[in-house]
């Protein structure tokens, strides 16, 4: 069972006709200036953001044999593998493993990488400018610029918390681990805000880090925690939270956060209190902020661009929206209900966009995408894990490890996953 699908020989998510890259296609990657792609970039496929998305749909296209030209743009130097970010804190997994370069993932494949970042995106004259001052004209656009933290305007929430979605905050909540070890503080918390899938995950990893050091406090407003999860892994969840002795706090809502305390109301009483902690993680809301778009394009309440099923944007016939950016509507009984935010969506959505993308450039027919719903896997601590899918459920070392083997073979390049597997492996082996 593997929740984010079927993978072929490349880590590519299916090559569009389903074939193996041929040998003979050796072509550079390395960061280019729009000058030197000039002349193929107008008459091909510009790819904004190298996410689950991005990244998966530019590997898609670079695997088939006549594809148009490529270019990715994408301010980071690594991608980054999200849902094993949890494994890097804890160091189960080394960033090698995790967030690979794009320099070295898309060397021989065709596909140009700008490392820049989109500012605007003009519909009408079919271009776009970039922070760095690029022109960058397409035939063919894909907007897969993803989500980032959302903290609602809650009070000190933006320079009080760390938010858990980058290399940088990994490294961020390491030092800040790292100070509470050698503080030697007595009464450490660490207050980790929205009882989501991040949230539980995260509140697990910490619990097992500071290894009762301190008191982790999960903090969620909803009546429960996991509310979209299936029930084997909610019940695991829950019991591996009170194994790690997380205290956790649901029907509570979160103020104001202070730079050593955390003002929180208890719902639906009203009663507020005053909770001291020593670092907060704001796991709590996503929200979409694609570059400024002209002519506007009304996005939805979370900020994300509506879609048909074919992955383009509503009346925009050039334009693809990939990824958590992308609001489709899902096939009854929810068609009201957009698809989840997730890798797994997105990883399934990246053939189709580049499948159709090569028929809208031939005027074909394109193709309807469907979200096939592979189940959960649940990082709950250190070497364990929760899973539920393809008819199983699984728990504890033996999820965690088909948790890591189903991730380190979706890595976006057969050599990392070559390398990842060995690793994983040898770290099997007594
Ligand atoms: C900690 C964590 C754990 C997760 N665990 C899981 C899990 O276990 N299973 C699961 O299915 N999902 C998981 N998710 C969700 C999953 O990672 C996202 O749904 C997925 O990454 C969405 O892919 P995307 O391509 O839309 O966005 P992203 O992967 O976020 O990529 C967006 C990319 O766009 C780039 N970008 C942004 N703005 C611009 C711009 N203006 N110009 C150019 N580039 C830009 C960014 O640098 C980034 O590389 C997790 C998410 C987090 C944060």
Redesign the pocket.
């Known amino acids: 069972m593997d929740?984010?699908g079927p993978t072929p020989a490349d880590g590519a998510p299916g090559r569009i006709d389903g074939s193996v890259a041929g040998p003979d296609q050796p072509r550079p990657a390395r960061p280019v200036e729009p000058a030197e792609a000039d002349p193929g970039v107008a008459a091909g496929v510009v790819i904004?953001?190298?996410?689950?998305?991005?990244?998966?749909t530019a590997l898609a296209l670079a695997a088939e044999r006549h594809h148009p030209p490529v270019l990715l743009?994408?301010?980071?130097e690594h991608?980054?593998?999200?849902?094993?970010?949890?494994e890097l804190l804890s160091g189960e997994l080394r960033s090698w493993e995790i967030a690979p370069r794009y320099d070295s993932l898309l060397a021989g494949r065709g596909v140009a990488w700008l490392q820049?970042?989109?500012?605007r995106v003009d519909l009408t004259a079919r271009c776009l400018h970039?922070?760095a001052g690029r022109r960058i004209p397409w035939q063919r656009l894909v907007l897969?610029?993803?989500?980032?933290?959302d903290t609602f305007g809650i009070p000190g929430a933006d320079s009080h918390s760390l938010s858990?979605?980058s290399l940088a905050d990994v490294q961020r909540l390491q030092d800040l681990l790292h100070h509470l070890a050698g503080s030697g503080h007595p009464l450490q918390r660490l207050a980790v805000v929205g009882g989501g899938?991040?949230g539980v995950?995260?509140a697990c990893k910490l619990a097992d880090l500071t290894a009762g050091k301190a008191v982790v406090e999960l903090i969620e407003q909803g009546d429960t925690l996991l509310p979209s999860s299936r029930s084997f892994n909610h019940e695991q969840a829950q019991l591996s939270l009170q194994r790690r002795d997380v205290r956790v706090r649901t029907r509570t809502q979160v103020v104001e956060v202070g730079s050593d305390r955390l003002l929180v109301r208890r719902m639906p009483e009203g009663e507020q209190e005053l909770v001291p902690v020593q670092g907060v993680i704001w796991?709590a809301g996503?929200r979409?902020?694609?570059?400024r778009i002209s002519p506007e394009v009304s996005a939805d309440a979370r900020g994300r661009l509506p879609c048909g099923p074919d992955l383009r944007l509503r009346g925009h016939d050039s334009v693809f929206v990939?990824?958590?950016?992308?609001a489709v509507p899902q096939a009854d009984p929810t068609p009201n209900l957009s698809l989840?935010?997730?890798?797994?969506?997105?990883?399934q959505q990246a053939p189709v966009v580049a499948a159709n993308l090569l028929r809208s450039l031939r005027g074909e027919p394109l193709q309807e995408f469907h979200w096939n719903d592979l189940g959960?896997?649940?990082?709950l601590g250190k070497g364990e894990a929760a899973v539920t899918g393809a008819g199983i459920t699984l728990a504890g070392p033996a999820a965690f490890q088909v948790?890591r083997l189903a991730?380190l073979a979706r890595l976006p390049r057969l050599s990392i996953q070559v390398k990842a597997v060995a690793g994983w492996l040898a770290a099997l082996s007594p």
Do not use: H, I
């Not at 990939?322 to 992308?326: H, K, T």
């Open positions: 929740p984010l904004v953001g190298g996410g689950f998305g991005g990244l998966y743009v994408e301010p980071q991608f980054l593998f999200l849902p094993l970010l949890y820049d970042r989109v500012q970039t922070e897969a610029t993803g989500a980032s933290t858990f979605r899938p991040s995950e995260l796991t996503q979409c902020r694609p570059p990939v990824g958590d950016l992308a989840p935010t997730t890798a797994q969506v997105a990883f959960e896997m649940l990082s948790r991730y």
